[in-house]
């Protein structure tokens, strides 16, 4: 079954401790955490202090999409911080940077994925693709949550799928952004096996309910 990552982003950071536990307790499979700079994208959220103290309240997988220049520098902050897996946009760095990158989580026994944003073509994730956890494919400009779902991604999401497919690779296939009930049936169908939600989940009034439309069910 599809798993459910909301993003945090969206959440109401008065209470996040209560919001993270109210959307497990919803169903979500894992918490997306959305790391912004303002530089690698226009917009700055949270970083390392506010991941080490959602750690300290809840045990569930935590998946650090780090929208960040240059993010070798922190990966083992993130990681020591209480990442479960850490997202690394390709656009970020050079290849072998990020190459590093991606050990460097792995050697302190994290998985690891690459992100795409939406200009760049399923080929960039080429050289990440044995070595990584999970491929995530931005459905928005990345930098803020609230956005218009991009179905033109869906050939790169199908692309992906068909890759991790006949290589016979078990990553991951996540998408992020605009994603609700409306759009979700389409990027199961290209082959998402991951959907990150951050308004359709925290801005409903019935988390649970809304999780469970993002899989296709009612409750
Ligand atoms: C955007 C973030 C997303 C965002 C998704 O840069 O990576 O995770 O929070 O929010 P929605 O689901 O509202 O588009
Ligand atoms: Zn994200």
Redesign the pocket.
């Known amino acids: 079954m599809v798993k459910i990552a909301p ?1 945090i ?2 959440a109401d950071f008065n209470r996040l401790g209560d919001e993270i536990r109210d959307v497990l307790r919803g169903g979500a499979d894992w918490i ?1 955490f ?1 790391v ?1 700079d303002g530089a690698f ?1 226009p917009n700055i959220s949270f970083g390392v202090p506010v991941l080490k103290s959602v750690r300290k309240g809840t045990d569930a997988f935590l998946d650090v ?1 780090l ?1 960040i220049e240059k993010p070798v520098r922190y990966v083992a902050p993130f990681c020591e911080a209480g990442a479960d897996l850490v997202n690394f946009h390709v656009e970020a760095d050079t290849e072998e940077q990020l190459l590093a990158a991606i050990r460097a989580a792995r050697a302190l026994g994290k998985k690891t994925g690459v992100t795409l944003k939406p200009h760049t073509p399923a080929e960039a994730a080429l050289p990440y693709l044995e070595l990584v956890d999970l491929v995530l494919v ?1 459905t ?1 400009e ?6 218009r779902f991009m179905a033109d991604m869906m050939p790169k999401l199908r692309t992906l799928r068909g890759w991790i497919d006949e290589r016979g690779l078990a990553a991951e296939l996540e998408v ?4 609700d009930a409306g759009t979700a049936p389409v990027c199961i169908e290209n082959g998402a096996t991951v959907l ?5 989940v925290f801005k409903a009034a019935d988390r649970a309910a809304a999780i469970a439309a993002l899989r296709g069910e009612n409750l």
């Open positions: 993003s982003l969206s997306h959305d912004m994208v999409h929208m931005m928005v990345p930098g803020f949550g609230g956005q992020d952004g605009g994603v990150v939600a951050g308004s359709a």
